[in-house]
């Protein structure tokens, strides 16, 4: 068997596509551009070039940004002031604050300072609340969750009565991806560093999902023949055929998965685009709610 390889460049495209059409319509009928704002606290270079491809893309899709940068060493009551800021400028339909934010910031304390209605990250605990709970719904959710689930769909994976595993329990993916697919009617397992014999447990997964930032860990005999497995990994590794010097991998070694797996997503061109694609459709959805659509 070789896995049928689930290209997220050109699913994110056609949701990129979707909203610019939107857009279009809604600046052609005089309705002010959706417009995001993000909030850099300090110089990393992978925070900075996140935030840049995210202005792009709003660009791209005729919508506005507004970057806010403040310095490493800012205090906990300047990167709230912003905050507080952002959230009463009637332009601004969406904030997304970077992460990691500089050790002294207190990250929670930022991110539930969000209006609910602007919350487009899908971070705020109001949003990720509603999303654990039967019967709520979320305004908006967390991007690159909300990804692999759409790129599971738009393969054709039946996510309903589907055994599956989420590997990784963070508040980014791990957890929220968790409650999406419980939310789909999935049989979820989460796994983590102290599960034990994981590759057992993963050999029963229908679906995998797998988040945790380790270089190939998941080798191909550890999955069930005909899985759908969706890597949202990125790891560098040198590679001396590269001009870069090294290439991105993910947390699933790609070659053995392939012969063993049902769908398998790359690494890049899989889950990543899908992150943005789906950044910008929260963005349009907040101006759509706070103009009243």
């Given amino acids: 068997m070789t896995a049928q390889i689930i290209d997220g460049k050109v699913i994110a495209q056609h949701v990129r596509e979707s909203v610019a059409a939107e857009v279009a319509k809604r600046t052609a009928a005089g309705k002010p551009k959706p417009t995001l704002a993000t909030v850099l606290v300090g110089d990393r270079p992978d925070s900075a070039a996140y935030v840049a491809s995210k202005g792009k893309a709003c660009q791209e899709l005729g919508m506005d940004s507004l970057s806010e940068h403040l310095p490493a060493e800012a205090a906990q009551e300047q990167v709230e002031a912003l905050v507080k800021r952002l959230n009463a400028d009637p332009k ?12 002294q910031i207190d990250e929670e304390r930022v991110l539930a300072l969000i ?35 759409y790129l599971l769909e738009q393969s054709g994976v039946k996510i309903e009565g589907a055994n599956a595993v989420v ?42 999902i797998a988040a945790i930032g380790k270089t190939e860990f998941v080798r191909g005999d550890w999955l069930k023949p005909g899985a759908a497995v969706i890597d949202v990994g990125i790891n560098s590794v040198p590679d001396a055929s590269k001009k870069s010097g090294h290439r991105l991998v993910g947390d699933v070694n790609f070659a053995e998965a392939r012969e063993v797996a049902g769908y398998l997503t790359p690494v890049p061109g899989g889950v990543g685009p899908m992150t943005i694609a789906m950044l910008m459709k929260n963005t349009l959805r907040a101006a759509q709610i706070q103009q009243g659509e």
């Fill in 167 to 208: 590997l990784g329990r963070s508040n980014i993916v791990g957890m929220p991806a968790a409650l999406l697919l419980i939310g789909k009617n999935a049989t979820v397992t989460v796994c983590h560093s102290r599960t034990r014999d994981l590759p057992a447990v993963i050999r029963q997964a229908d679906i995998l």
């Fill in 115 to 149: 209006n609910l209605e602007k919350d487009v990250d899908g971070f705020s605990p109001l949003n990720i609340g509603r999303l654990a709970q039967k019967g709520r719904e979320p305004l908006f959710v967390p991007c690159t969750p909300s990804g692999c689930i």
């Fill in 92 to 103: 601004v339909n969406g904030i997304l604050v970077q992460l990691p934010m500089p050790g």
